[in-house]
């Protein structure tokens, strides 16, 4: 027990495990090859509900993944379950619980808390998390890389830097660009705002029956 002994256990772990040096060499892969999480945080307009709901449609037609959060904003949208044509939205993952199969999956999550849902995404498997803001850009996972888009004009406007795709425009045009752009950062071609300028925050979730002393 106790940090010390457990962040030596884990430095332990890492030293005898470097792992597989393969790994990192460059791979080849298509729209079926993605695994993201698909996130909201804010209002979500219409156009861009639907928008985001046919990246998800063209990842998990193509045999990808995609995980939503069940606490995402996205569901306060209508458009975005309606194009999806889910009726009932039940968690299919629980928190954190490593992806068994492909497909469209819920992530259940015990708390509201931003960071503590990515963590738990992020925990998922998944290589990458679109998210959608509405008001203000969030911060990202220190790990897996955290893309942010929107549609608002005062969000683009305001946080121009902070941002790395600003919907305009036609909306048939913009899943191909949230997809080409997750191309570019999944290719090292491009950095995501909050990762660049360090934006980033970690906080594993300690459920609805747990307390700290």
Known sequence: GGIE?????????????????????????????????????????????????????????AGGTVVVPENSD?????????????QKTEATLAYAQPIQQVGFHIMQTPTQHWVETLVGVAACGVESILGYVG??????????????????????????SDIDLRWEGNPTTWPQSALELLARVLSHEQTPAANRQGNVDFQVTRGLLSVSL
């Not at 993201?36 to 945080?41: D, K, R, S």
């Not at 996205?74 to 889910?86: P, Q, R, S, V």
């Not at 008001?135 to 121009?160: D, R």
């Open 5 to 61: 002994k457990v962040l030596a256990k884990v430095e332990a772990w890492f030293a005898q495990h470097p792992g597989d040096a393969d790994r990192s060499a460059p791979k080849t892969g298509g729209v079926g090859d993605l695994r993201i999480a698909l996130t909201a945080a804010g209002p979500v307009k219409p156009e861009a509900a639907e928008a985001l709901a046919q990246i998800a449609q063209i990842i998990v037609g």
């Open 74 to 86: 996205l569901w306060k949208a209508e458009d975005f379950a309606a194009t999806l044509g889910l």
């Open 135 to 160: 008001n203000q850009p969030m911060p990202g996972h220190p790990l897996v890389p955290f893309v942010q888009l929107s549609a608002e004009e005062t969000v683009g406007s305001k946080f121009a």
